[in-house]
């Protein structure tokens, strides 16, 4: 069985980490057999092409694959596609990301049999909380709609996301899997050391919040600095750090100047494996205005600290219901941030059952369900 795992871009990000999991743990699994192998293909951006080097496995660059709505953008990849489908005769198709499924119908057309699989890794535009038009909204649908009737199992990465698709009607039927992780961490000490050190601020014990993200709309970064003064009140020691860059990151600074919190709020941009200094962190928020289910709040809970994140997507399937607040609702934010971090509540492991949902956001758990579903399909 040859797999392909396509996505638009190869930059950091949590569908890109997605995919490394996935394609490590179906190398591991597939090795032993020469007729069976995975391979990855992608537009832009060097993060897949660095770890596919590193873990030995065949990528592909296609420059055709953009993230664009551009109707010529959109032809070129498609008619490319069908050409490269041609020739390397992939068995199955596991597509990552909106641009993509326009490469279901260039598979279909290459090849009748192959075996297509699309993981919606968030509603994006279609969720109730994306700011944007009705038309825009219904266009996008019928999109999805469409391109569906090429795709032979769309899957969903949490629950919310499945319920949801079925409430608008955009899948009669789909198929949960939980995303997975598998993360090495340093230390607390030396995650600490270098995360002070990149904001240029001796440690004294200070409480030291953070979020790894794209400084981007649907991360919600401006809400956390809004209220951060607020956050100050409940724990004078807290300091912020948001790792990750984007087109907000302009906009976040002008704020971050304007309330005056440029010795409390630090953006240090992307830093490569970042999520190996989770340890550092006393606590990681995710704001986010919606998500499928974020690979950086699964890896956050994995390392042990304390987490909450608004209550969108599978952030509650992740952290429970009392770790997670009101979308925007800063009272709520502030209620859940304060027992979160007061001592006299019990532990947080045992308020939300910590090794067990830890376990059930395994890469290798992951890996073994996406491959159950290749092979059902496939034969």
Do not use: W
């Not at 005769?89 to 279909?108: D, M, P, Q, R, W």
């Not at 440690?203 to 607020?230: H, M, Q, T, V, W």
């Not at 709520?332 to 304060?338: H, K, R």
């Amino acid at each position: 069985m040859k797999i392909l795992l396509l996505i638009t871009k190869g930059e950091i990000g949590g569908a890109q980490v997605f995919v490394a999991n996935l394609a490590k743990g179906l190398k591991n699994k597939l090795c032993g057999n020469d007729e069976s192998r995975v391979e990855i293909a992608c537009g832009e951006g060097d993060f897949l092409f660095n770890f596919a080097k590193k873990e030995n496995i065949v990528i592909h660059r296609l420059k055709s694959l953009k993230r664009s709505s551009g109707f010529f953008s959109n032809i070129n990849f498609f008619f490319s596609f069908i050409s490269f489908i041609k020739k390397n005769k992939f068995e199955v198709l596991h597509l990552n990301s909106t641009n993509t499924l326009i490469g279901a119908i260039s598979a279909k057309i290459a090849n009748r049999k192959i075996k297509i699989i699309f993981t919606v890794h968030g509603l994006s535009i279609l969720d109730p909380n994306y700011e944007a038009g009705v038309i825009k909204k219904f266009l996008y649908k019928l999109f999805f709609k469409f391109c569906f009737l090429f795709v032979d199992k769309v899957v969903f990465v949490s629950q919310n996301n499945l319920d949801l698709a079925k409430k608008i009607k955009l899948v009669k039927n789909g198929y949960l899997i939980y995303n997975g992780v598998d993360t090495d961490y340093l230390s607390r000490d030396e995650a600490r050391k270098f995360l002070f050190d990149r904001m240029g601020v001796l440690d004294n014990d200070k409480f030291l919040i953070g979020s790894i993200g794209r400084l981007a709309y649907p991360k919600n970064y401006e809400f956390l600095i809004s209220i951060f003064d607020k956050i100050i009140e409940i724990e004078p020691r807290a300091h912020l750090v948001l790792i990750g860059d984007g087109p907000e990151r302009g906009r976040y600074e002008a704020l971050i100047g304007q309330k005056k919190l440029e010795n409390r709020i630090f953006l240090l941009g992307e830093i490569e494996m970042g999520t190996r200094y989770l340890k550092g962190l006393d606590l990681f928020i995710l704001p986010s205005i919606y998500e499928g289910l974020s690979i950086s709040l699964i890896e956050a809970l994995n390392s042990g600290i304390s987490v909450m994140a608004s209550n969108v997507g599978g952030n509650e399937e992740i952290i429970g219901v009392n770790n997670c607040y009101r979308l925007d609702d800063s009272d709520d934010f502030l209620n859940v941030f304060n027992k979160i971090i007061d001592v006299k509540v019990d532990s947080y492991k045992n308020r939300n059952n910590y090794n067990v949902r830890r376990n059930e956001f395994l890469a290798i758990n992951m890996m073994e369900k996406y491959l159950d579903l290749y092979k059902k399909y496939y034969e």
